[in-house]
């Protein structure tokens, strides 16, 4: 399909068909009309679309509002030369390829034009008509080939700075899954960082060398019997550091093919999960936790009106049975020890946080004796409990549930600090504050 610029120019606009979308377009520059007419019909059979200029300031008028994928010029028109047409180009910021077309066959300026960059040179014989539509169909099948590669290496470099960006390890293999396994021929950073093993010592090994006594063989042989098949392999392996450090991994392999659909490779992403498996760990505990408490709570609510029955009932039993009465000695042991499980049900509730709050003047010495029997079965065996209690002090006006809480809390949080067993120090003393203190919202005053 072929159109002339200056009759477009005329109109005030160059504008292409919605039928020439996606077809290349040649701008043919000559100022014989005749020749231009030639051009358009010896084109006419190939898939492109043909624009002519009669000058060289018209081809720069139609390039200043379209493009062009390549421009076919005469070396000498008559208000520029082809060399002089380029080079306004080349400032305009608009480099183009070009084939250039002559009716002087001086070898040298051939030379010249191949040099400053032409795809082609072309005398105008008998013969030019009929060399002109394969070159120019050569030409565009460069330039496109080009494209596609400067496409392919801007792909290319943005996936490798990809790679070297990403948090998450990434490794690909050769497609060798008999022993000793796959070679690994790439790794970036993250890998290195995640494992510790430098890039020299990855490139060249295979994925043995991440893994150890806790690796699951059997995930190996499930991940082994999917690549096999051609599929993605999804998971979760225990693999190990350059230090032996065990660290949990969510792994995602999938093949590399060819162009044929041959697997070449394998491409691992692998992301460390230890953290947050930790985490979810801690959730499950404190749920558990949470659990426990309100269980705990619940029986200790029903226990305590079991108790507070009973400490009433063994009121009424010691107005009728005076100290002189046999009976007196075993009613008191009744109503101490139904005492003492309502501190132990007090306990309880602490631990379930479904006590109301009621500060009261404590001795803090006496609180913390009396909640030392359930720190101790807290700590568990691997943990000693040191309390020391400081002398003259004080009452402290708190919520003694409030107060066994916070203790509580204080020692599991050290607990768990201390997965290997030691020992946990609770001491008291009095300590004078100069200066008021924040702490977090509140306002510790000065005192003593």
Same mark, same amino acid.
């Given at each position: 399909?072929?159109?002339?610029?200056?009759?477009?120019?005329?109109?005030?606009?160059?504008?292409?068909?919605?039928?020439?979308?996606?077809?290349?377009?040649?701008?043919?520059?000559?100022?014989?009309?005749?020749?231009?007419?030639?051009?358009?019909?010896?084109?006419?059979?190939?898939?492109?679309?043909?624009?002519?200029?009669?000058?060289?300031?018209?081809?720069?008028?139609?390039?200043?509002?379209?493009?062009?994928?390549?421009?076919?010029?005469?070396?000498?028109?008559?208000?520029?030369?082809?060399?002089?047409?380029?080079?306004?180009?080349?400032?305009?910021?608009?480099?183009?390829?070009?084939?250039?077309?002559?009716?002087?066959?001086?070898?040298?300026?051939?030379?010249?034009?191949?040099?400053?960059?032409?795809?082609?040179?072309?005398?105008?014989?008998?013969?030019?008509?009929?060399?002109?539509? &394969?070159?120019?169909?050569?030409?565009?099948?460069?330039?496109?080939?080009?494209?596609?590669?400067?496409?392919?290496?801007?792909?290319?470099?943005?996936?490798?700075?990809?790679?070297?960006?990403?948090?998450?390890?990434?490794?690909?293999?050769?497609?060798?899954?008999?022993?000793?396994?796959?070679?690994?021929?790439?790794?970036?950073?993250?890998?290195?960082?995640?494992?510790?093993?430098?890039?020299?010592?990855?490139?060249?090994?295979? &994925?043995?060398?991440?893994?150890?006594?806790?690796?699951?063989?059997?995930?190996?042989?499930?991940?082994?019997?999917?690549?096999?098949?051609?599929?993605?392999?999804?998971?979760?392996?225990?693999?190990?550091?350059?230090?032996?450090?065990?660290?949990?991994?969510?792994?995602?392999?999938?093949?590399?093919?060819?162009?044929?659909?041959?697997?070449?490779?394998?491409?691992?992403?692998?992301?460390?999960?230890?953290?947050?498996?930790?985490?979810?760990?801690?959730?499950?505990?404190?749920?558990?936790?949470?659990?426990?408490?309100?269980?705990?709570?619940?029986?200790?609510?029903?226990?305590?009106?079991?108790?507070?029955?009973?400490?009433?009932?063994?009121?009424?039993?010691?107005?009728?049975?005076?100290?002189?009465? &046999?009976?007196?000695?075993?009613?008191?042991?009744?109503?101490?020890?139904?005492?003492?499980?309502?501190?132990?049900?007090?306990?309880?509730?602490?631990?379930?946080?479904?006590?109301?709050?009621?500060?009261?003047?404590?001795?803090?010495?006496?609180?913390?004796?009396?909640?030392?029997?359930?720190?101790?079965?807290?700590?568990?065996?691997?943990?000693?409990?040191?309390?020391?209690?400081?002398?003259?002090?004080?009452?402290?006006?708190?919520?003694?549930?409030?107060?066994?809480?916070?203790?509580?809390?204080?020692?599991?949080?050290?607990?768990?600090?201390?997965?290997?067993?030691?020992?946990?120090?609770?001491?008291?003393?009095?300590?004078?504050?100069?200066?008021?203190?924040?702490?977090? &919202?509140?306002?510790?005053?000065?005192?003593?």
């Amino acid at each position: 399909m072929s159109r002339s610029a200056a009759a477009l120019s005329a109109e005030g606009s160059f504008r292409r068909s919605p039928l020439d979308e996606g077809r290349p377009v040649v701008l043919v520059v000559d100022d014989d009309p005749g020749l231009l007419r030639l051009v358009e019909r010896a084109l006419g059979g190939l898939a492109l679309v043909t624009e002519s200029c009669g000058s060289g300031e018209e081809a720069l008028a139609w390039l200043e509002q379209q493009n062009a994928e390549l421009l076919l010029v005469d070396f000498k028109l008559a208000d520029l030369t082809a060399n002089a047409l380029l080079d306004e180009l080349e400032r305009r910021g608009r480099k183009m390829p070009f084939i250039v077309m002559t009716g002087f066959g001086d070898e040298r300026v051939a030379v010249e034009m191949m040099k400053r960059g032409a795809r082609d040179y072309l005398m105008k014989d008998a013969a030019f008509l009929d060399l002109l539509p &394969p070159v120019v169909e050569q030409a565009l099948a460069q330039i496109e080939q080009e494209r596609r590669l400067a496409r392919a290496e801007t792909s290319l470099s943005l996936l490798g700075a990809a790679m070297l960006q990403a948090k998450d390890g990434v490794l690909i293999t050769d497609a060798n899954l008999e022993e000793p396994g796959p070679r690994i021929v790439y790794a970036n950073p993250a890998l290195s960082v995640m494992t510790g093993f430098t890039e020299d010592e990855i490139v060249g090994s295979t &994925p043995r060398l991440f893994q150890g006594p806790k690796t699951d063989r059997a995930e190996l042989s499930r991940m082994r019997s999917e690549l096999a098949a051609g599929r993605d392999f999804y998971g979760v392996l225990v693999n190990y550091d350059r230090a032996g450090r065990a660290y949990d991994v969510e792994l995602h392999i999938g093949p590399i093919r060819d162009g044929r659909g041959q697997i070449t490779h394998f491409v691992a992403i692998e992301r460390d999960i230890t953290a947050r498996r930790k985490l979810e760990a801690s959730v499950r505990e404190r749920s558990k936790m949470e659990a426990i408490g309100g269980l705990a709570g619940g029986i200790a609510h029903d226990f305590n009106n079991m108790l507070t029955a009973i400490i009433g009932f063994s009121d009424l039993l010691l107005t009728r049975h005076g100290p002189d009465d &046999p009976s007196f000695a075993d009613i008191m042991q009744i109503k101490q020890n139904a005492n003492r499980a309502t501190n132990l049900v007090r306990q309880l509730l602490a631990f379930s946080r479904k006590q109301k709050l009621t500060p009261v003047d404590l001795d803090i010495g006496h609180a913390l004796s009396d909640l030392s029997h359930m720190l101790k079965r807290l700590m568990g065996e691997t943990i000693v409990l040191d309390i020391e209690h400081g002398k003259d002090l004080g009452l402290v006006r708190v919520d003694p549930v409030q107060f066994d809480q916070v203790v509580i809390n204080l020692a599991v949080n050290a607990r768990d600090a201390m997965p290997g067993g030691g020992m946990l120090k609770i001491r008291t003393s009095e300590v004078t504050i100069d200066e008021p203190v924040n702490r977090g &919202p509140e306002l510790m005053p000065s005192g003593t």
